[in-house]
């Protein structure tokens, strides 16, 4: 199994500013993923990070919009950029680990632009 | 890519009563399927797992079964409580990805 540590639990900041969210694991994991829940709506993935290469993006995320840190196996983070009201939601991360390769939540960032 | 569908968005039943939900996925080279359940204000968990070598799993009063020709697969839960209530997600994994379905919330209404 895989312990995640993920702060702030929520913030609300400005629009045009910036918020980095960080991930720390108990274990060495290869990936780290970082999703978004909009309210009532499923996880949608943002980017694969992995260490000692830059993320992987989906569809419809930016590496400007969305800069990602993974300086080692157990930690990560994720900053939202220039943020704007349509940014507010629930920023997960997550590992995949043990044999059974089941995902792992962190506790979730619930971010609120005003 | 991988596409998951899944039904019903939402779904209310007695307590006691069976509860199921549906989910379709695209991607014939995705080989597990777990589906987790996601509390209000909490972080998915996962409550059981299917490998594509299996056609059904049971755990107590969670069953999942899958279809690898008509590429579905389904979460059945039995004798229904009030603690069941929350958000369902099935997911589609393939090479260290996991594509979620749209969710269903679930009412146990007692």
């Given at each position: 199994?895989?312990?995640?540590?993920?702060?702030?639990?929520?913030?609300?900041?400005?629009?045009?500013?910036?918020?980095?969210?960080?991930?720390?694991?108990?274990?060495?994991?290869?990936?780290?993923?970082?999703?978004?829940q909009q309210p009532g709506q499923s996880l949608t993935l943002i980017a694969t990070a992995n260490q000692g290469s830059e993320a992987t993006y989906e569809s419809g995320f930016v590496i400007d919009k969305f800069p990602i840190s993974r300086p080692n196996l157990t930690f990560s983070t994720l900053t939202v950029s220039n943020m704007s009201p349509e940014d507010s939601s629930i920023y997960l991360c997550s590992v995949v680990a043990g044999e059974n390769t089941e995902a792992f939540f962190g506790q979730g960032t619930r971010l609120t632009v005003v | 890519g991988e596409n998951v569908e899944q039904h019903p968005?939402?779904?209310?039943?007695?307590?006691?009563?069976?509860?199921?939900?549906?989910?379709?996925?695209?991607?014939?080279?995705?080989?597990?399927?777990?589906?987790?359940?996601?509390?209000l204000g909490k972080r998915p968990q996962l409550i059981i797992d299917i490998r594509s070598n299996v056609g059904e799993k049971k755990d107590q009063r969670i069953a999942v079964t899958l279809n690898k020709t008509a590429k579905h697969f389904s979460l059945h839960i039995t004798e229904t409580q009030p603690e069941d209530s929350a958000v369902y997600f099935c997911a589609a994994f393939k090479t260290y990805k996991y594509i979620f379905g749209t969710g269903t919330r679930l009412k146990v209404l007692a």
């Open positions: 199994s895989a312990v995640i540590s993920q702060k702030p639990s929520r913030d609300i900041c400005q629009r045009g500013t910036s918020l980095t969210i960080q991930c720390q694991v108990d274990s060495q994991v290869t990936m780290m993923f970082w999703y978004r | 968005s939402t779904l209310s039943v007695q307590e006691g009563d069976s509860a199921v939900i549906k989910c379709t996925y695209s991607d014939s080279a995705s080989n597990y399927f777990p589906w987790y359940k996601q509390e």
